[in-house]
T-cell receptor, first 111, second 110 residues
Framework: DSGVTQTPKHLITATGQRVTLRCSPR?????VYWYQQSLDQGLQFLIQ???????AKGNILERFSAQQFPDLHSELNLSSLELGDSALYFC??????????FGPGTRLTVL | GIQVEQSPPDLILQEGANSTLRCNFS?????LQWFHQNPWGQLINLFY???GTKQNGRLSATTVATERYSLLYISSSQTTDSGVYFC????????????FGTGTRLKVLA
């Protein structure tokens, strides 16, 4: 158990819908990262927050947004969902920018 | 942006064998990490190693930043080592973006 929790574990929704994925980092970690893993794109870095502030932005679509709250948990919002958004979404946390600890992931299926 | 390439793409070993996985990156980095994704999908950080050598049990890693590569050594492999090994790098230019390689898929046979 990495200490990082993600909810929900599975999510099935329809095209055009909006969903929110939640991540709670390990106690004491200030950084939260979001990743997308799909069969055709591999592992892709989406976005990083550090102590509530956005620190780095990767291949995150404009339809996606994220935030980190004062209690350091983070949410990833995916809107206007398309079939191609079906993937495993991982959250990770670290104290600063060092060793990352991953959550179990949320499997999103868009029908 | 930085390119990250891993080799070999696939590897099959007999239990007890040793192996070396390689990660090449196209530009200077200030962050390099190795991860293992087990067959159940769980991702585990193995090493945070922007430079130098580290060891953890049967695993060790070396990053030669000046030559832009990192190596992951697995000794006396076990079936539980099976899965996909990823390296990820952050270039020194300050973008803080993590770029992943496509991974090495390892299968260890009993």
């Amino acid at each position: 158990d990495s200490g990082v929790t993600q909810t929900p574990k599975h999510l099935i929704t329809a095209t055009g819908q909006r969903v929110t994925l939640r991540c709670s980092p390990r106690s004491g970690d200030l950084s939260v990262y979001w990743y997308q893993q799909s069969l055709d794109q591999g592992l892709q870095f989406l976005i990083q927050y550090y102590n509530g502030e956005e620190r780095a932005k990767g291949n995150i679509l404009e339809r996606f947004s994220a935030q980190q709250f004062p209690d350091l948990h983070s949410e990833l919002n995916l809107s206007s969902l398309e079939l191609g958004d079906s993937a495993l979404y991982f959250c990770a946390s670290s104290f600063r920018t060092d060793t990352q600890y991953f959550g179990p992931g949320t499997r999103l299926t868009v029908l | 942006g930085i390119q990250v390439e891993q080799s070999p793409p696939d590897l099959i070993l007999q239990e007890g064998a040793n192996s070396t996985l390689r990660c090449n990156f196209s530009d200077s980095v200030n962050n390099l990490q190795w991860f293992h994704q087990n067959p159940w999908g769980q991702l585990i950080n193995l090493f945070y190693i922007p430079s130098g050598t580290k060891q953890n049990g049967r695993l060790s890693a070396t990053t030669v930043a000046t030559e832009r590569y990192s190596l992951l050594y697995i000794s006396s492999s076990q079936t539980t080592d099976s899965g996909v090994y990823f390296c990820a790098a952050v270039e020194s230019s300050g973008t803080y973006k993590y770029i992943f390689g496509t991974g090495t898929r390892l299968k260890v046979l009993a």
